[in-house]
């Protein structure tokens, strides 16, 4: 899915794997996004294997909180909009579908997810969505005499795929909100933005710009990485507690979302994170794609 589907029959990636892996004095536990509570110590370990599944369609932002898509009538064959006019995308209050019989909502019925193809590639699902979320908590213990750095060093596509049409997918951007919950609570949402990846190489039709509101492609968020960016410096001899949420979509504004690009996949594909603290390493800046032997 890259660009925007102009049609989608054949169409869908049904969900993602996460693998985060934390070195030294750097510990991490599973959370929700939800939550507005600091995990308990004994609940962090050193490595942690998330699924989330969902039926994702094309949306468009340059702040990773902000959606937009546009209906699967104003595309071009190659994935471009024909008008910019969008609509806004959000997890709730998204409208009811014209047939309520068979589509959750607006965005589900102008992608032609109905409630029993949802069902047949996701079971429970009713509707497609514009992302989805990891979230996870980190323990930092910082023994140095000086503040120390966590860094994202490892951020890498695999896949148990391969051929051209997965060679060729650009189209999805991670982005990273991170909380500082030392004092024990967490807010029920991401917490401020971190950075925005993309694909190495990725470009949109427009370069640099995506969309904005319901008329505007617009130039990105600087939220979006072009060097390495922490995800947080702890202070000396220190231990911090974070919440992260890894959020993930397809860029319809990339101009490999379209059809043909993304007819044949499906969700068997992973994303893999390491993080050190105190790291000297530079970080990454871009999500780097490693195919796999299926």
Request: hydrophobic share 40%; proline share 2%; with cysteine.
């Amino acid at each position: 899915m890259c660009a925007w589907f102009s049609m989608n029959t054949k169409v869908t990636v049904t969900g993602m794997q996460v693998k985060a892996v934390v070195n030294d004095n750097l510990l991490i536990a599973g959370d929700t996004l939800d939550s507005t509570a600091k995990k308990a110590d004994n609940l962090f370990s050193n490595s942690l294997t998330q699924e989330v599944k969902g039926i994702l369609e094309p949306v468009s932002t340059i702040n990773g909180t902000t959606f937009f898509y546009t209906a699967t009538n104003n595309v071009y064959a190659n994935g471009d909009a024909i008008a910019d006019t969008y609509l806004p995308y959000a997890t709730t209050g998204l409208g009811d579908a014209t047939d309520t019989t068979n589509y959750t909502n607006a965005f589900s019925q102008n992608y032609g997810v109905s409630k029993s193809i949802a069902n047949a590639r996701i079971t429970g699902q009713d509707k497609a969505v514009g992302y989805v979320d990891y979230v996870f908590q980190l323990k930092a213990t910082n023994t140095q005499g000086s503040a120390a750095p966590i860094k994202l060093t490892k951020l890498d596509f695999t896949y148990t795929q391969t051929g051209s049409e997965v060679e060729n997918t650009k189209a999805y951007r991670v982005a990273f909100f991170v909380e500082d919950i030392t004092d024990g609570t967490a807010t029920a949402a991401p917490g401020t933005i971190n950075a925005i990846y993309t694909v190495s190489g990725a470009d949109n039709f427009t370069s640099g710009k995506a969309v904005k509101d319901a008329t505007t492609v617009d130039d990105l968020s600087t939220a979006y990485a072009t060097a390495a960016v922490d995800l947080a410096s702890v202070p000396a001899t220190t231990t911090k507690y974070y919440k992260v949420v890894v959020r993930l979509w397809l860029e319809g504004e990339d101009n490999t979302c379209n059809n043909e690009t993304f007819m044949l996949l499906t969700g068997q594909w992973a994303l893999d994170l390491e993080m050190e603290l105190g790291s000297t390493a530079t970080g990454v800046a871009n999500i780097t794609k490693i195919t796999a032997t299926p």
